[in-house]
């Protein structure tokens, strides 16, 4: 059963970048997606971000739009989530999660469409 194990978070002033890094241990990922969701008190886990393992194929959420830019390396079974133009409001524990088989209408932004999850990793951004 592999595992998803995030790295990179931290605490940054508004307007600076970080990049948070999800490696796949166990076995290489061999799925369909990887994605980005981080976690709000109120409207719980939201999208954040995905990509099409094997295509290649991005989708962001609204609000990261043109600010976040999620990657994957196939052979190091790894996925990245470089932020630019950090906000107060992006401050969140981040997860990154993965779905094993195609998903019929494209890329799933629903958490529950996702079947393996990593522990999260927090980012804080002050103002």
């Known amino acids: 059963q592999a595992q998803l194990i995030e790295s990179g978070g931290g605490s940054v002033q508004a307007g600076n970048s970080l990049r948070l890094s999800c490696s796949a241990s166990?076995?290489?990922?061999?799925?369909?997606?990887m994605a980005w969701f981080r976690q709000d008190p109120m409207k719980g886990r939201v999208f954040v971000a995905a990509?099409?393992?094997?295509?290649?194929?991005?989708y962001y959420g609204d609000s990261v739009k043109a600010r976040f830019t999620i990657s994957r390396d196939n052979a190091k079974s790894a996925l990245y989530l470089d932020m630019t133009s950090l906000r107060p409001e992006d401050t969140a524990t981040y997860y990154c999660?993965?779905?094993?088989?195609?998903?019929?209408?494209?890329?799933?932004?629903?958490?529950?469409?996702?079947?393996?999850w990593g522990q999260g990793t927090q980012v804080t951004v002050s103002s």
């Open positions: 990509i099409n393992w094997n295509y290649g194929s991005t």
């Open positions: 999660a993965a779905r094993s088989t195609e998903h019929e209408y494209g890329i799933p932004v629903a958490a529950v469409s996702y079947d393996l």
């Open positions: 166990g076995r290489p990922f061999s799925g369909a997606y």
